[in-house]
């Protein structure tokens, strides 16, 4: 597995590159750090000593791309034309953990997709990830959906649940 590990990580840095780079009108890529002996977080390049402790992206999705979601049969109507709001990669490094920077980081995102119009955010996360589905289900996400692969049906991996928050635009 050693040898499969630099390809991997270069596949997912050309990704996030692209994913930078792309002119999409909603896209976002927050970072966490601790930064230490800065009188100012504005520059954060001046500092002597900072970590990168979390991250997260949002961006709008569109129903036509590889992303289905499942819908009650009221919202059939308009589909073609259904974007929405998905937050993807939410990370914090281990020794930061229990801090609440996962939490900030996600109701930061949760603002950020009100202001852009939408009233609901979606996101996946695996059913054996229970950090994950413990923040989730404190911030008031709601399962929408148990989605099968075929590595959960016939290998025994975690499925991956589609979660989805409705907030107004009081949050």
């Avoid at 281990?94 to 009233?119: M, T």
Wanted: glycine letters at 6%; charged letters at 25%.
């Amino acid at each position: 597995m050693g040898y499969v590990r630099p390809f991997l990580r270069l596949g997912i840095y050309e990704d996030l590159r692209n994913r930078i780079r792309s002119k999409t009108e909603h896209y976002l890529c927050l970072v966490a750090m601790v930064v230490e002996n800065t009188e100012s977080t504005r520059d954060v390049s001046n500092t002597r000593k900072q970590d990168l402790v979390g991250t997260v992206e949002i961006d709008v999705r569109s129903r036509g791309g590889m992303d289905v979601l499942l819908f009650n049969s009221w919202q059939l109507d308009n589909l073609d034309n259904f974007e929405y709001a998905y937050l993807s990669n939410l990370a914090v490094d281990a020794n930061y953990r229990k801090l609440g920077v996962a939490q900030k980081l996600l109701s930061y995102c949760e603002h950020k997709v009100l202001g852009w119009g939408f009233c609901e955010l979606y996101l996946h996360v695996l059913e054996n990830n229970y950090t994950a589905r413990r923040l989730y289900d404190k911030a008031g996400y709601q399962l929408q959906e148990v989605e099968w692969t075929f590595g959960s049906l016939l290998f025994g991996q975690p499925r991956k649940l589609l979660l989805r928050k409705s907030f107004s635009s009081n949050i």
